[in-house]
């Protein structure tokens, strides 16, 4: 009881010392395993209030996390420029570590994205969570898929875009018999369907819309604040109230982040099942593909190098076999040699018969990376293991006992499926790495 007194009041000590600014905070346990993730407005308040010597944490907290403060160790933070970058980064780290005291965010629900459909001759604009992979531009991830909705009916009114689903082709000439729907009576649309504007013009809306979603959106705000002011001034409440509350909604706009970097790659997962039918053929083997690990190295500056394993059953990512290894045995930048140490570390268990193996190993690389799998198996003494790697830029893959790489169409579901697994696996070591740079909070080490 007297060492739980002194840990808790070290810890209340450090939070005097933690930013007063938005950002992550990390309960972390025995052996700076983490045990919970939340994210703060103001981070030497939030985290304080778990600490403080008057608080009865079952009472105002509930039990778990009165059972979770109970073990904790030690606490820390990662600071974020804006309350966006909490939400989304909380989101990714919670789906990636996992905590065992997170219960919010650690199922497959992801964040919405605004879709333009550029490559249409008349481009619709849609919110979805499955984005086309070809032929569109995205804008998100969005923090709200509430305020997203609201946002697009008042884009749709100063723009007139369309929503709907139709397929509309220009060379259509039976589009001036179409009935436009109610969106174009009310002006807000511009009713491409039935011919009431042509391409280039239609086009030059989505151009002009594209441009304010990426701009401040100074000059539309302007004006929506001018109309505030003079219904105001009129004494029309109500109508200045409906621009106050567009102005907040615009304004939210930038409640996102980008594609590239807040990534979420089981958003763009296509369906699996005609993938592995295609992959036992490139195989050549008659037995189903059905258990896919793919291993990873990310080296921060050469130093704090990790090795990641992802692991994918049935064509979908199974996270709870996520394995992060910190490398120790190898000195400098080697990528064959860390390679190496990750496959026999992991791949002891199964030689114990503790786990199972995997029907495909995919190795992040070259055919060298692929060979320095090959031989840490041979000096295990593993029974035989398929490999293969997939290699970036040229997207080439090399299955083994092949010198010369396999190279697949951009389209092929075979393709599509090991790209995902590579990307998951490099992006489990890249991601989690590069936005706790300098903080040592792997947790999940193997």
């Not at 909490?86 to 605004?114: G, H, M, Q, S, W």
Request: with cysteine.
């Amino acid at each position: 009881m007297v060492e739980r007194k002194e840990k808790t009041e070290q810890i209340r000590q450090k939070i005097k010392d933690f930013p007063t600014g938005p950002g992550l905070y990390f309960m972390k346990g025995p052996a700076d395993q983490v045990l919970y993730i939340g994210k703060a407005k103001n981070l030497r308040s939030r985290v304080g209030s778990y600490f403080q010597q008057s608080m009865d944490p079952i009472a105002t907290r509930g039990p778990k996390i009165a059972e979770m403060l109970n073990k904790v160790e030690n606490v820390d933070f990662l600071e974020t420029p804006n309350e966006v970058e909490a939400v989304l980064a909380e989101a990714r780290l919670i789906k990636d570590i996992r905590p065992p005291y997170n219960t919010d965010l650690v199922d497959d629900k992801t964040f919405p994205y605004l879709e333009i459909m550029t490559s249409d001759d008349f481009p619709g604009v849609y919110i979805t969570r499955k984005p086309h992979p070809h032929g569109s531009r995205l804008f998100g991830p969005f923090t709200s898929a509430k305020d997203l909705r609201d946002v697009l009916v008042i884009l749709q009114k100063i723009f007139r875009f369309r929503t709907c689903k139709l397929d509309i082709y220009e060379t259509d000439t039976k589009r001036r018999f179409f009935r436009p729907c109610l969106l174009y009576s009310i002006k807000q649309c511009a009713a491409p369907c039935a011919a009431r504007i042509d391409r280039d013009e239609y086009k030059k809306i989505i151009t002009d819309l594209i441009r304010f979603l990426r701009s401040k959106r100074s000059t539309v705000l302007r004006q929506l604040k001018k109309q505030m002011l003079e219904a105001s001034q009129a004494l029309q409440y109500e109508k200045a109230a409906m621009y106050r509350d567009r102005i907040r909604l615009i304004e939210r706009l930038d409640q996102r982040g980008t594609p590239d970097e807040n990534v979420q790659p089981e958003v763009f997962a296509g369906d699996p099942t005609e993938a592995l039918m295609q992959l036992r053929d490139a195989l050549g083997i008659n037995e189903p593909v059905r258990i896919i690990e793919g291993i990873d190295i990310a080296n921060i500056s050469g130093a704090e190098a990790v090795g990641s394993l992802v692991k994918f059953i049935d064509g979908k990512p199974f996270k709870s076999g996520y394995r992060r290894f910190k490398i120790n045995t190898v000195k400098g930048i080697d990528d064959y040699a860390m390679i190496a140490e990750v496959v026999k570390r992991r791949y002891k268990y199964a030689l114990r018969g503790e786990e199972l193996w995997p029907d495909l190993v995919l190795i992040d690389g070259g055919l060298g990376h692929l060979h320095a799998a090959e031989k840490a198996l041979r000096e295990l003494n593993a029974p035989s293991v398929r490999i293969a790697s997939i290699a970036k830029r040229e997207e080439e893959i090399f299955l083994q006992g092949n010198t010369s790489p396999l190279r697949l169409p951009a389209r092929s579901p075979v393709r599509k499926l090991l790209q995902y697994v590579r990307d998951e696996a490099h992006r489990f070591a890249q991601h989690y790495h590069h936005i706790l740079r300098g903080k040592k909070m792997l947790g999940k080490e193997s």
